[in-house]
């Protein structure tokens, strides 16, 4: 943006007549008084003001033959009313900068180039600590929490709309609690049956091994890694005597009056058939298909 120094009036030109001429709109005779020469005629003073003068863009008056004129691009002014818009200082001998069809002087052009703060309104000038975010702007006292006001300043937030949270607000209004220790979930929680947890507390209960991303198995409200599942909780196959986990081979299950087998470890204690899901005959602890055990 460029400064500009205004141009002065030349279009027309004071004197005192010395020869008879008349005024060329009211006709009385000018010899020895001040004229006006323009455009090839010559007019009184009175005439001048109210037929020829330019009107001030500020005081919206006439500018008369007497007074000192300002021009800048088909706009004039009073040399007095010629001032910046916002400081309204004198600019009749001063650069200038013309913006959005204002006058404004330099020190002014500069305070409304810079960003203004989103909290004050006022400019952010060189050498004020700032925040900026998706770019809005604001002085760094100016960046406060929606909710108890206290300064976040440079610290960190959270964007919730138009709004902004401290931590502590955040984590009051919005985050998720952990179902174990009941702590707000900031980042890094999951989610298992609809309830939240920080993958630090959900854990096996028998060995603290994190759960989260690994196979576990819930019993009645506690949660186990594999191993501590097979270890310490899984019911041992009546056939192999090995845990039955559930996982993998082996995962459906025969269970018959308090005991339970592999579906692969279900079979005829003589014949060795497989029974899982057909008819069987339980006789001493034992199981037979029906034809072995008529032969009992």
Not at 34 to 63: M, S
Not at 215 to 227: H, I, K, M, N, S
Request: aromatic share 12%; glycine share 6%; hydrophobic share 25%.
């Amino acid at each position: 943006m460029a400064s500009h120094r205004h141009s002065g009036p030349s279009s027309y030109k004071v004197g005192t007549m010395a020869e008879k001429f008349n005024c060329h709109y009211c006709r009385d005779n000018l010899q020895g008084k001040k004229y006006v020469q323009k455009d090839g005629h010559h007019c009184c003073l009175k005439c001048f003001d109210k037929f020829c003068a330019n009107t001030c863009v500020e005081c919206r008056k006439p500018i008369g033959a007497d007074s000192k004129e300002v021009h800048y691009k088909n706009r004039y002014w009073h040399d007095t009313c010629f001032r910046c818009s916002k400081c309204l200082q004198p600019l009749a001998s001063e650069t200038f900068v013309a913006k959005d069809n204002k006058i404004l002087c330099n020190k002014c052009t500069t305070r409304e180039d810079n960003p203004k703060c989103k909290g004050c309104l006022k400019p952010i000038v060189a050498g004020d600590q700032n925040v900026e975010y998706k770019g809005t702007v604001w002085h760094k006292d100016c960046f406060t929490c929606s909710n108890c006001k206290q300064v976040i300043g440079t610290g960190s937030f959270f964007p919730k709309g138009e709004d902004f949270y401290c931590v502590t607000c955040h984590e009051t209004k919005f985050a998720k609690h952990c179902v174990k220790c009941n702590k707000a979930i900031t980042s890094g929680g999951i989610t298992y049956q609809d309830q939240p947890w920080h993958a630090d507390c959900f854990v096996c209960v028998t060995c603290s091994k994190k759960l989260a991303g690994q196979r576990f198995t819930a019993v009645e409200d506690q949660y186990y890694c594999v191993d501590c599942y097979k270890n310490f909780v899984a019911k041992k196959c009546a056939g192999c005597k090995n845990p039955i986990t559930g996982f993998g081979k082996g995962s459906s299950v025969v269970a018959y009056e308090g005991q339970s087998w592999h579906d692969y470890c279900f079979h005829c204690k003589k014949c060795s058939v497989n029974l899982a899901n057909k008819r069987f005959v339980f006789h001493q602890e034992q199981v037979y298909c029906p034809d072995c055990a008529k032969k009992l």
